[in-house]
């Protein structure tokens, strides 16, 4: 792993790794499924668009883009603005991936939550901080 501390003048290797290290998304598996989550873009600004994309996969597979979907959901999202939460529906770009749009208006760190009824019929929930920086 590489980067530039305050103090640097140029890039620096910071770690070195034996093995080669996995990315993977946040995620989280409750109810027989498992939701992984994804904010675009990946640094995301006060006042800009986003996209909180999710996809719900059974529970144990491998990270659900590669395992089998659930489709045919109407979910929503719950961001949290000033302590209460505006919602928004998840539209289904592709089986089993919901999107839903949201432009953030405040830099902070701000609650992402997606509720589901996992297969055992219990109302569960995701949540995810998301980073939101200020406007350019």
Do not use: C
Not at 36 to 65: K, N, R, V
Not at 107 to 114: G, Q, S
Request: glycine fraction near 8%; charge should be negative; aromatic fraction near 10%.
């Amino acid at each position: 792993m590489a980067g530039i501390r305050p103090s640097d003048d140029q890039v620096k290797v910071m770690l070195e790794v034996e093995e080669p290290l996995a990315v993977v998304r946040a995620h989280s598996s409750a109810g027989g499924y498992q939701v992984e989550f994804e904010a675009f873009p990946g640094h995301i600004h006060a006042g800009e668009e986003s996209s909180l994309t999710f996809w719900f996969a059974e529970e144990g597979e491998a990270h659900a883009p590669s395992a089998e979907q659930v489709t045919g959901l109407a979910p929503t999202i719950l961001v949290g603005v000033n302590g209460s939460a505006g919602s928004y529906t998840a539209f289904e770009p592709e089986a089993g991936m919901y999107t839903a749009l949201h432009t953030f208006t405040t830099a902070a760190t701000i609650p992402v939550t997606i509720p589901y009824f996992g297969q055992d019929q219990v109302l569960h929930d995701y949540t995810v901080n998301v980073i939101v920086h200020a406007p350019h």
